[in-house]
């Protein structure tokens, strides 16, 4: 059973402040990780893709991959009250005649002005 | 504009009702997948296509049935709708695998 998980929250931090958002998967299978935002009510949204090791930025957002330890971490920097959102980890386990991504059950965070 | 259209974005419904949710992308992606999402238990695949008459089973398939008759539409059938699938629901569309999926704005399904 390919599994992602990830600390459900809620997370807070103040505005300003770096938000960590951290995720783990069982299978070394996958070889892509996205990180979606989704506001309440909302449809998620992609913020970021990774497929490599190290690090990846846009912005104010940087993804982590550290495929020997099976972790995904993505860091908001300068977090804003618009920050305030459910974050999705998924893995890409599609190959072949599949095509699968397992999310995360996703972390709450609030961002506290 | 590129974007996935589901219909109804709302649905109260009675058990052993049929009833289908549509799904629309206007992207000409060959990959789409339906998704139902729960508290405490995230997205969960439901089905998935790969293409044009190609569909294959996700995690959650059970109760549900979907075709893919043409690019555009992937439909979301369900038979005999039982209160245990009152869930959200999202169908998302991609252009390939390892790329970003694209999501419909959801559709809440009520059975009672």
């Known amino acids: 059973q390919k599994e992602v998980e990830q600390n459900s929250g809620p997370l807070s931090v103040p505005e300003g402040a770096i938000a960590s958002l951290n995720c783990t998967y069982s299978d070394r299978g996958s070889q892509s990780f996205f990180w979606y935002r989704q506001y309440s009510g909302k449809s998620p949204e992609l913020i970021m893709f990774?497929?490599?090791?190290g690090d990846k930025e846009d912005g104010r957002f940087t993804a982590q991959l550290n495929k020997a330890s099976q972790y995904v971490s993505l860091l908001i920097r300068d977090s804003q009250p618009s920050d305030s959102a459910t974050y999705l980890c998924a893995g890409d386990y599609s190959g072949g005649s599949n095509y699968k991504l397992t999310f995360g059950k996703g972390t709450l965070l609030t961002v506290n002005p | 504009e590129a974007q996935v259209t589901q219909n109804p974005r709302y649905l109260i419904t009675v058990t052993g009702k049929k009833l289908t949710v549509t799904c629309s992308q206007n992207?000409?992606?060959?990959?789409m997948s339906w998704y139902r999402q729960d508290p405490g238990l995230g997205l969960r695949q439901i089905y998935y296509s790969m293409n044009v008459e190609v569909t294959d089973k996700g995690d959650v398939p059970e109760g549900y049935k979907v075709s893919r008759k043409e690019k555009r539409n992937f439909p979301l059938i369900l038979e005999s709708p039982s209160p245990n699938q009152t869930s959200l629901y999202f169908c998302a569309s991609s252009p390939g695998l390892a790329n970003e999926q694209y999501f419909g704005p959801g559709t809440r399904l009520t059975v009672t």
């Open positions: 990774i497929y490599s090791n």
């Open positions: 992207m000409n992606h060959e990959y």
